[in-house]
C-alpha cells in the first residue's frame, strides 16, 4: 500500500511566521502534490512537483513555496503566514507517467492566528 | 484554465434511495477520476475513465464518461449509511501531464 505522511495533523501559527508543512511518500512516485481544501471550494492545487528540485505553479501559488530537495520528500513553505491561509492542507503523490491516480496523506489543518 | 463543475454541491437522501452525482468540464478531458472523502479523512482514488461513452461499474456505483468526455456522473443504486462522504471529480486534459482539476465535490448525507 502506498503511504503518504505528513507531518502534523493540527498546527497553530501566528501571523508573520514562516511555516513549514513537510510531506513524505514511500512508493518511489515520480509526482507530488499540495492541496489545499476549503469548504465549498474543494481541492485547489497550490504547487506540484514532477521530478527532484522540479516544480510547478498550481492554480494558487501566492504566498507558497515549495521544496524538493529528495524523491519522496515535498515541502510547503508559508514565508510568512496570513490569516487567510488558515485551511486544511493535502499533499498527494502519483507514480506518474500512465499512472495518474493520486494517494493523499491525511492532511494538515492549519490555523493561523 | 481548465475548470471542473460539480453538482450538487450537498445531498441528503433516505437509506436505501438512489443518488447522483454530475461533473462537467469546461474543456475537453484526457481522463477523468473519482475519489471518495469520508468525513475527518483524505480523499481515496476510486476509479478512472479513459473512453468516450464509457461506463464502469462497482458493486452499487456507476460511473459514466460521457461521449464527448466533458461530462461524467457517479451513481449510487441503494444507498447505505457507508456511503457517506464528499464524491471529487477530478479531470485531466491531456496537455496537462500529471495535474488534475478537481470539482467542487458533493457532500452525501444518508439518513437511516
Known amino acids: 500500500d502506498v503511504k503518504v505522511t505528513q507531518s502534523s495533523r493540527y498546527l497553530v501559527k501566528r501571523t508573520g511566521e514562516k511555516v513549514f508543512l513537510e510531506c513524505v511518500q514511500d512508493?518511489?512516485?515520480?509526482?507530488m502534490f499540495w492541496y489545499r481544501q476549503d469548504p465549498g471550494l474543494g481541492l485547489r492545487l497550490i504547487y506540484f512537483s514532477y521530478d527532484v528540485k522540479m516544480k510547478e505553479k498550481g492554480d494558487i501559488p501566492e504566498g507558497y513555496s515549495v521544496s524538493r530537495e529528495k524523491k519522496e520528500r515535498f515541502s510547503l513553505i508559508l514565508e510568512s503566514a496570513s490569516t487567510n491561509q488558515t485551511s486544511m492542507y493535502l499533499c498527494?503523490?502519483?507514480?506518474?507517467?500512465?499512472?495518474?491516480?493520486?494517494?493523499f496523506g491525511p492532511g494538515t489543518r492549519l490555523t493561523v492566528t | 484554465g481548465q475548470q471542473v463543475m460539480q453538482i450538487p454541491q450537498y445531498q441528503h437522501v433516505q437509506e436505501g434511495e438512489d443518488f447522483t452525482t454530475y461533473c462537467n468540464s469546461s474543456?475537453?478531458?484526457?481522463?477523468i477520476q473519482w475519489y471518495k472523502q469520508r468525513p475527518g479523512g483524505h480523499p481515496v482514488f476510486l476509479i478512472q475513465?479513459?473512453?468516450?461513452?464509457e461506463v464502469k461499474k462497482q458493486k452499487r456505483l456507476t460511473f459514466q464518461f460521457g461521449e464527448a468526455k466533458k461530462n461524467s456522473s457517479l451513481h449510487i443504486t441503494a444507498t447505505q449509511t457507508t456511503d457517506v462522504g464528499t464524491y471529487f471529480c477530478a479531470g485531466r486534459e491531456s496537455n496537462a501531464g500529471n495535474m488534475l482539476t478537481f470539482g467542487g465535490g458533493t457532500r452525501l448525507m444518508v439518513k437511516p
Open positions: 474543456t475537453t478531458l484526457s481522463n
Open positions: 512508493m518511489d512516485h515520480e509526482n
Open positions: 475513465l479513459v473512453k468516450s461513452g
Open positions: 498527494a503523490s502519483s507514480l506518474g507517467r500512465t499512472h495518474y491516480e493520486q494517494y
